[in-house]
């Protein structure tokens, strides 16, 4: 029988010598409820941060009625509040200590109640008027903040579910459906809840604020929901190729040794310039739609068509990219871009809602294939650096954190250019110069940046051909 083991001269704790099957690459596959369970704790953040993207600031604007200046203010720094957290989450993170329920279960179950309560104080109308600003902007900084701190540990948690790329890219399959699905649902039922506050018949001074509160406890029960499927349904196992003897990574020399790492540099920076791309399609689509395009009876029937598009079409990228590779996969971000020009160029119901289609299909494989690269990723670099660990939160909070970035960055030069050019909020007819801008940021910058991000992905080093190979380094190393 043939056995596998770490030599002696390695150290003194040699691994103990076990045989060529059990090792973990032949480890017994993840079940289907497993996998369901661990997209489904996950999907909680995306119904909560669905909702907060379309109706906060209509909320701060209409029921807490504070300046546009103001509710600018109480969003910009909420999200610069979201990305600065995830380094120090990922600092914190890993110097987490091993427990009974795993390393990283501790945080998301402990911040989960506090993040239910700041989300509902987040909707919450206080009697008093001066101090409204602060009151939303303290509590929307909790509220990011703290989703970051089950943000980052969920998403390394993908390393830990198990040693086999297969599985671990299935696992990333599921839980990118459901965040989808949850980014519908939460859109859908906050709008459902709360429509009755901007009925015309409310078009008052008081507008109802109660259905907002409503909505609010309807999600936060959904994330107790979540919390509880995932803590049941999940076992989160130690790292298999650490020695007990291993040292965990300093934080700061682990960033540093990160930000030199060539695939994740190439993999950061292509995803990077399309995260900003979707974003600036995302954002600029309704007011494309409202003033470019003459489609706003249409806007929220094709949001809708982006969003079912994007989940429906989740397991035939997962399909795709274990068949033909995952670079290979990639080429279908570019498919929105033609098809956007055309709706620039030539616009109409039936052209939009087939651009709505594909935007969902381009939308989905950018949302899947980072999130299922970043193990490759991960499993390279610790194969380079063999005697260390915890790098894997370094890793899932510094993208994160360049994610929020881009897509702030991508949402700051868009109203930039909307000011330039005269945008005025509230009136039925833009100037030429701002419907020109919207065509401009809808159609010519995202093809631009999505074409220069697919072009780095060129370089990116790691093939289906060297992920075997490590595979296979990783099961020697254990």
């Not at 859109?187 to 901007?198: E, M, R, T």
């Not at 507008?207 to 803590?231: E, H, N, Q, R, T």
């Not at 395009?293 to 397991?315: E, G, K």
Request: aromatic letters at 12%.
């Amino acid at each position: 029988m043939l056995w596998v083991g770490r030599h002696l001269e390695d150290g003194p704790f040699p691994t103990p010598r076990f045989p060529l099957t059990q090792i973990p690459g032949q480890e017994r596959r993840l079940s289907v409820c497993s996998k369901l369970c661990y997209a489904i704790g996950g999907a909680p953040n995306q119904v909560a941060g669905s909702a907060a993207s379309f109706f906060l600031q209509i909320y701060l604007l209409d029921i807490a009625h504070i300046t546009p200046f103001h509710a600018s203010l109480v969003l910009f720094i909420g999200k610069a509040s979201g990305a600065v957290t995830d380094p120090v989450a990922g600092f914190f993170i890993s110097k987490s200590r091993w427990t009974k329920i795993g390393r990283l279960m501790p945080w998301m179950l402990a911040c989960t109640p506090f993040t239910v309560v700041s989300y509902f104080f987040m909707w919450y109308l206080p009697p008093f008027v001066s101090g409204r600003v602060v009151w939303y902007l303290i509590f929307y900084c909790i509220f990011q903040a703290l989703t970051t701190l089950f943000q980052v540990p969920y998403s390394a948690l993908t390393m830990f579910l198990s040693t086999d790329q297969k599985e671990r890219d299935s696992a990333t399959a599921y839980r990118m459906t459901m965040e989808v699905l949850g980014t519908l649902v939460g859109a859908a039922l906050q709008g459902q809840i709360v429509a009755s506050a901007h009925l015309s018949h409310h078009c008052t001074l008081n507008p109802p604020a109660k259905v907002y509160m409503i909505a609010a406890g309807v999600i936060g029960g959904i994330y107790l929901l979540g919390i509880i499927i995932l803590f049941l349904g999940v076992k989160e196992k130690d790292d298999p190729y650490a020695l007990s003897s291993d040292a965990a990574i300093p934080f700061c020399k682990g960033l540093g040794l990160t930000m030199k790492h060539g695939p994740y540099v190439k993999l950061t920076a292509s995803f990077l310039l399309i995260s900003a791309a979707v974003q600036l399609e995302q954002s600029n689509f309704i007011l494309f739609c409202t003033h470019a395009a003459d489609l706003r009876n249409h806007f929220q029937y094709l949001v809708v068509t982006i969003l079912v598009s994007s989940a429906v079409s989740i397991p035939f990228w997962q399909k795709f990219l274990q068949r033909f590779g995952k670079k290979c996969a990639a080429c279908g971000i570019s498919w929105m871009i033609p098809f956007a020009v055309m709706l620039v160029t030539i616009p109409n119901p039936i052209l939009a809602y087939f651009v709505a289609f594909v935007s969902g299909l381009s939308i989905a494989a950018s949302l899947l294939l980072p999130w299922s690269m970043l193990p490759d990723v991960v499993d390279d670099f610790r194969l380079q650096n063999p005697h260390r660990k915890g790098h894997e939160t370094i890793f899932y909070s510094s993208y994160v954190f360049f994610t929020k970035m881009s897509a702030g960055i991508g949402l700051g030069i868009s109203a930039a250019c909307l000011e330039f050019t005269g945008y005025k909020p509230g009136i039925c007819r833009q100037s030429k110069d701002v419907i020109l801008t919207l065509k401009i940021l809808i159609g010519a910058v995202p093809a631009v940046l999505i074409l220069v991000g697919l072009f780095i992905l060129l370089f990116y080093p790691i093939t289906e051909e060297s992920r075997k190979e490590t595979k296979l380094a990783l099961e020697v190393l254990r």
